[in-house]
């Protein structure tokens, strides 16, 4: 006998967050690529936005285990190749400049009165960019740069059926 069941907000937060990727002008113009995942490559494209993993998923349940609070971390890692002629500081610049863009859209998203993310499984809440860091980046054969952004999202989810 099947009960009531509860989804997973997960998956429908990564979609919502591809689309809003899609949306940023910056992130728009036709190099960058955006992808769920490592992408794999033959060669690495000049800019990659990747949406990455999650962990830290925590759920509390709520109103008589009808609904529950999601919390959890997803990665996002912004990749920018450079060429071995320029400097390093190039792609970091611009792997920087693509973070922040991001963080401000996120941000105008969290200021707005629209959930992020919302069906009948529940909605996403809210939003933010908990810590950022910059590395050497994924690309071995070149200079490139990488900006991980990890994300902090809180969800409610409701029982259905």
Not at 79 to 84: D, P
Request: glycine fraction near 6%; include cysteine; proline fraction near 6%.
């Amino acid at each position: 006998m099947a009960g009531p069941t509860i989804e997973c907000s997960i998956p429908y937060f990564k979609r919502a967050l591809e689309e809003l990727l899609r949306s940023i002008p910056i992130l728009n113009a036709g190099q960058t690529v955006i992808s769920w995942g490592n992408p794999h490559p033959n060669h690495w494209p000049r800019e990659v936005v990747i949406i990455g993993d999650t962990s830290n998923r925590i759920r509390t349940w709520t109103a008589g285990h009808t609904q529950a609070t999601e919390e959890y971390d997803v990665v996002l890692k912004v990749n920018v190749t450079g060429n071995a002629i320029n400097p390093s500081a190039d792609p970091q610049n611009r792997a920087w400049k693509l973070a922040n863009a991001i963080e401000s859209a996120l941000l105008e998203w969290v200021l707005s009165p629209t959930p992020f993310a919302e069906g009948d499984w529940g909605y996403v809440f809210d939003v933010d960019v908990s810590t950022a860091s910059d590395q050497g980046g994924l690309d071995e054969t070149s200079r490139d740069a990488t900006v991980t952004l990890t994300l902090h999202v809180r969800a409610r989810v409701i029982r259905h059926g």
